[in-house]
């Protein structure tokens, strides 16, 4: 983060959202547990979240299945384009690690991708939530919880192996 950089906080449950963004574009997105704070070098602005929060909060509630938020992403070219392919999974639908490699024309690169996905920084906006193991659930960065909690917003039940 950079000293340009506010959040913003959603309240959901299982847990809080801290959305941060820097000069208009969203650049990541935190799950914070109940005991945990933000922290204390970002100062809070819902004024400038606004276009970022407005959408998650859609998204939360249903009412939103895609996001046109301006993004800031930092990562390698072949992160970036894994988290552009992501991007493509439709509402609803999972896809695994396998799959994604094989859309972007990577066969063989599942594990490559999983790095991938574990380092997204921007999670429901780039959704990696909807990104499974062949095998069962796979992981999240947010926990288990909250990405079965994200994939029933959007119809899903997912089974644990």
Known sequence: MNDQSVYDLI???PVNLMLT???????????LRENEDPPR??????EAA??????????LSGKRKSFDLPLTLHGSPFQVGVW????????????????????MGRYGASRAVGGAVRRNR????????RIT???GPGGFTGGLDIKKALLEIEGVTLEDE
């Open 21 to 31: 963004v820097c000069h208009g574009e969203l650049i990541g997105v935190n799950f």
């Open 133 to 135: 193991s062949k095998n």
């Open 84 to 103: 552009m392919q992501l991007r493509q999974v439709p509402y609803g639908q999972l896809q695994s690690y396998s799959e994604v490699a094989r859309a």
């Open 50 to 59: 606004k276009f970022a929060t407005s959408q998650v909060q859609e998204y």
């Open 41 to 46: 070098e970002i100062p809070r602005d819902p």
């Open 122 to 129: 921007l999670p429901i906006i780039i959704p990696c939530h």
């Open 11 to 13: 309240e959901w449950s």
